[in-house]
């Protein structure tokens, strides 16, 4: 029988996002001076288009996707389905705790995402699917399904390249699988990279990690990217840049994380940056923009979190698998950049634990 109350959740869900990119981003862009591409997708996409495509700065997924769309309205829109569509995912993630799909559909900073040219709502998608299937995988093909659907995670953004090795601790005799699944699917784009660099290793793409994560970690500036301090960091990296300047892509970003490694000569202070990007993480964006908002939101979200978890104890594994994910999305960004834009990929985890305080917890487990 059809769901009428999940139909409803998910055309409200597309509503709202329809809403906010053809009325609410219009009315906002010039307000509040926003840039719709400020990674630069669209010019990556029109090399794909040309057919020059030697980027390595942007893993492939979302820079094919733009291009695929044609216009940066039809990648919003598509942006709008798919968001949507991870509304469903989440209902299925939850045990169709419909709370949990609720929780997504009305996220306000999932729908603002949407009106950007920006990674992050499809990165969020896929790695809603990977979480369904890793979570549902019982035969081994499940757990190569579960591998090929990492890779495409990993060629969307190769922060969660290091995940599998978290996994093999929630089951040590089936990870190995999902392991090598992920590396076939990474391996053909691996070696295309060394093609085009000349011989560089480079798994998926630099996304510019070692800049963000020498800006992350600049003490003077306390790792903010915007503010007073975005001349210091700015003239910072400029320096570096002028000392090698016959360095690739590549080594100029392997150069910009031995930069930042450096900081940890003052551990005290490094850690001190770790906790604020832990917060800046989950309550602060780099514009700092309505800040009182941001926290109210994010505290409401993480306050449901939390009891949810503690109406669901102990633990089932499915539970400590996704906390797992979460935390380890968190600790990446904490030890490199982080704000507000980066947790939004976990925030579907986030809304199914919550759900959980909202409605009866189930009974139901699974045992790997």
């Excluded at 045990?95 to 999932?110: G, H, Q």
């Excluded at 964006?285 to 309505?290: D, G, I, L």
């Excluded at 996704?322 to 982080?338: E, G």
Aim: proline share 5%; charged share 15%.
């Amino acid at each position: 029988m059809p769901n009428h109350k999940l139909t409803a959740c998910l055309i409200v869900a597309l509503l709202l996002r329809l809403a906010f990119v053809f009325v609410g981003f219009p009315f906002l862009e010039q307000r509040w001076q926003l840039r719709q591409d400020g990674d630069g997708y669209g010019v990556i996409a029109q090399t794909i288009r040309d057919g020059h495509y030697d980027d390595v700065t942007r893993g492939p997924v979302y820079p094919a996707v733009v291009a695929a769309a044609g216009s940066s309205l039809t990648v919003k829109v598509l942006q709008a389905l798919l968001d949507t569509a991870t509304c469903l995912l989440i209902f299925w993630l939850s045990k169709r705790n419909l709370w949990a799909a609720w929780l997504w559909a009305v996220y306000p900073f999932a729908v603002w995402r949407v009106a950007f040219i920006n990674k992050e709502l499809v990165l969020t998608f896929l790695l809603s699917a990977y979480v369904c299937v890793q979570l549902r995988a019982v035969k081994s093909w499940q757990w190569v399904a579960a591998g090929v659907l990492l890779g495409i995670v990993n060629l969307c953004k190769p922060s969660f390249l290091l995940w599998p090795v978290v996994l093999m601790a929630f089951a040590p005799r089936r990870a190995w699988l999902t392991l090598t699944a992920t590396a076939i699917v990474i391996a053909p784009w691996a070696y295309r990279n060394w093609r085009v660099t000349g011989g560089e290793f480079l798994p998926v793409a630099t996304e510019r990690g070692g800049v963000t994560t020498f800006i992350g970690n600049y003490q003077p500036t306390l790792g903010l990217w915007e503010g007073r301090g975005k001349a210091m960091w700015m003239a910072a990296v400029d320096e570096i840049q002028r000392q090698h300047p016959s360095a690739s892509a590549v080594q100029l970003d392997r150069v910009f994380y031995r930069e930042a490694a450096k900081s940890w000569r003052n551990p005290v202070m490094a850690t001190s940056l770790v906790v604020r990007k832990c917060v800046r993480f989950w309550f602060l964006s780099a514009a700092r923009r309505e800040q009182l908002l941001s926290v109210a939101i994010q505290g409401g979200y993480l306050a449901l979190l939390g009891i949810g978890l503690w109406r669901t104890r102990p633990w089932c594994r499915e539970t400590k698998l996704m906390l797992a994910l979460i935390v380890y999305v968190m600790l990446v960004h904490a030890l490199s950049y982080a704000d507000l834009r980066f947790s939004l990929p976990i925030m579907p985890l986030v809304c199914v634990i919550a759900a959980r305080a909202l409605a009866r917890p189930s009974t139901a487990t699974r045992t790997w």
